[in-house]
């Protein structure tokens, strides 16, 4: 069996990563705050944004709210112009950026969407399967699940892509990209991993020797569950409006019938509000069950496609560094750091045209924090020195040791990347060359820091333990 890399996942967001449209003109430096315009008052916070307008007495501004780990979204304020203090402005080519950041966080579904549509793809078949192929810049990419799925998947694997190299900007290239499958049932991915003479539990992996990352997923049971569902809510809005078309007639004609029984006004309008009554409770009710399915429906598939889109985002980070950054040829990758970026990039949260990534991973860091309570927490030289066993649990036992190490790999990751600036200079490359003659890893680790490593550690879980951690 070819060499391969198995990775567990645990689940969350990291970076902030900019899109087609970089502010500017430029990308933004990794984890760089957005650029706004501000106001700034005498006593308390100032607010960031964009000035929407403003005249002699009022200032309208659009606030942009990032909280970490969770989505962006707008206020419109308009504030006295006499209790702002200073303005601070944005270049005019900076604030055009801005504005089109924030129509696209408005317009996301229709960018979206957009996007999905330009996709081109063809009919290909192969390893025993037919596919719908993507053949991009940077992957090609074979799917079987349906036709709008896979250009979902397509369009959310690019913007992964994006934020990788922007994290960690392409340095070579391959003879060919990696090719992405992406299986519709774990069904066909284990029968797809068979054929291969691979087996292992994982939802996700990436093959190195065969430059393949290929994902499971529920894709097929979930668009024939989103399919039923919708049929079934067709059926009930048919319902309600066939309720609401019956409504009208039914009161011209009790008001006919109590017209010619001569019953009192009062009394009729008593009654006709009793029978429009009965109408809007069985109006509402089926209303509630449509919302109600739409909503789980929504949930669902939500869930199911955040799971999908986290392993093949972990997996095809491997790919990406295996290919455009760091290939294990030339270069020595230890396997926490391997792991612990792609951890990073499990997750994220669309906002127009940007994938966010920018807050810790709350999994892995109350998982940290956790084990440095304990008596014998997990010390960073055995983390350095770790291989992909430490990685790749044999039974269910070593689940949890796994998780352990991912934990770390993320934590000491998350903190080069964020706190230190490592990634963005020219000392990883050293650190991963294959040639480092400190081949002990925590000297080749020591000389990554220029720092003893009792003194990395101990600034390390100072930062991990500042970090606060989501309710």
Not at 307 to 331: D, I, K, M
Not at 387 to 396: K, M, T, V, W
Request: charged letters at 25%.
């Amino acid at each position: 069996m070819g060499r391969f890399r198995l990775t567990l996942f645990v689940c969350g967001t990291t970076l902030a990563v900019w899109g087609a449209r970089a502010l500017a003109g430029e990308p933004p430096t990794a984890g760089g705050p957005l650029p706004m315009e501000r106001l700034e008052f005498a006593g308390r916070p100032p607010l960031e944004g964009l000035i929407e307008s403003e005249d002699r007495d009022w200032i309208t501004m659009i606030q942009i709210r990032r909280p970490p780990g969770r989505p962006m979204y707008l206020v419109i304020r308009p504030i006295d112009r006499a209790s702002v203090r200073s303005v601070v402005r944005l270049e005019p080519a900076q604030r055009e950026a801005l504005r089109r950041q924030i129509e696209a966080f408005r317009n996301r579904a229709a960018i979206e969407a957009g996007r999905m549509e330009a996709v081109r793809l063809e009919a290909a078949q192969a390893d025993g399967n037919r596919y719908q192929r993507y053949r991009g810049r940077w992957f090609t990419l074979d799917s079987t699940a349906d036709e709008a799925m896979t250009r979902r998947v397509i369009v959310r694997t690019e913007q992964i892509f994006t934020a990788y190299r922007q994290i960690l900007p392409p340095r070579t290239a391959p003879q060919e990209p990696p090719r992405l499958v992406v299986l519709g049932s774990m069904a066909s991915y284990q029968a797809f991993l068979g054929r291969l003479g691979v087996r292992m539990q994982n939802r996700a992996c990436f093959l190195e020797e065969k430059n393949l990352v290929v994902a499971g997923s529920e894709l097929e049971r979930l668009v024939a569950s989103t399919a039923k569902t919708n049929a079934q809510n067709e059926q009930l809005r048919g319902q309600l409006k066939a309720l609401e078309d019956r409504l009208t007639a039914r009161l011209r004609e009790l008001a006919e019938s109590l017209r010619k029984e001569q019953v009192p006004p009062a009394e009729v309008q008593r009654l006709m509000g009793l029978e429009r009554g009965k109408f809007q409770h069985e109006a509402k009710n089926l209303r509630t069950q449509i919302d109600l399915s739409d909503g789980e429906a929504a949930r669902v598939f939500r869930q199911s496609t955040r799971q999908t889109f986290a392993r093949l985002g972990h997996e095809s980070f491997h790919a990406y560094l295996e290919n455009y950054v760091y290939p294990h040829a030339r270069f020595d990758v230890p396997c926490w750091l391997n792991e612990g970026l792609a951890v990073m990039f499990e997750g994220g949260m669309l906002e127009g045209e940007t994938l966010r990534v920018d807050a810790p991973n709350m999994a892995a860091l109350k998982k940290i924090k956790a084990d440095l309570a304990r008596s014998e927490p997990l010390g960073l030289a055995k983390l350095l020195a770790a291989g992909p066993s430490a990685f790749l649990p044999a039974d269910q036992a070593g689940v949890a040791s796994a998780d352990r190490y991912y934990a770390y790999a993320w934590g000491l990751a998350y903190w080069l990347t964020f706190q230190k600036r490592l990634l963005e200079g020219p000392s990883l490359q050293r650190y991963v060359e294959r040639g480092n003659p400190a081949g002990v890893p925590a000297v080749r680790f020591q000389q990554l820091l220029a720092a003893p490593l009792e003194s990395v550690e101990a600034q390390w879980r100072n930062y991990i333990v500042s970090l606060k951690c989501a309710p």
